[in-house]
């Protein structure tokens, strides 16, 4: 089993940045694709990004293209999510997520999934 836990979630201004952090423990990230959902108020929660175990393949959601960037650091079972250029949309719980057998994009597809961090855009 493997424990997934979001920080560097916050407050922030339209235009400014904040990274997220995913820490993981029981087992190593190697064996995971991991992504990055998030889920406002009364919406479904949705993908935003997702690396693969050797970081050679990153995907994202059309919307955050070009101002989030997601990597992960193995030896430290560590997985980030750099968001730049912050819109009031981008404001959600975002949570991070680990999936075996391979790359994915839907909620169910995912096995492990941490408790989420508030993310606010002000505007």
């Known amino acids: 089993q493997v424990q997934l836990v979001e920080s560097g979630g916050g407050l922030v201004q339209a235009g400014g940045s904040l990274r997220l952090s995913c820490a993981a423990s029981?087992?190593?990230?190697?064996?995971?694709?991991m992504g990055w959902f998030r889920q406002a108020p009364g919406k479904e929660r949705e993908f935003v990004a997702v690396?693969?175990?050797?970081?050679?393949?990153?995907s994202y959601l059309e919307s955050v293209k070009g101002r989030f960037t997601i990597s992960r650091d193995n030896a430290k079972n560590t997985v980030y999510l750099q968001m730049n250029s912050l819109k009031p949309e981008d404001t959600a719980v975002y949570y991070c997520?680990?999936?075996?057998?391979?790359?994915?994009?839907?909620?169910?597809?995912?096995?492990?999934w941490g408790q989420g961090t508030q993310v606010t855009v002000s505007s």
């Open positions: 997520a680990a999936k075996v057998g391979g790359l994915g994009y839907k909620v169910q597809e995912y096995n492990y």
């Open positions: 029981g087992r190593t990230i190697r064996d995971y694709y």
């Open positions: 690396i693969s175990w050797g970081s050679r393949t990153t």
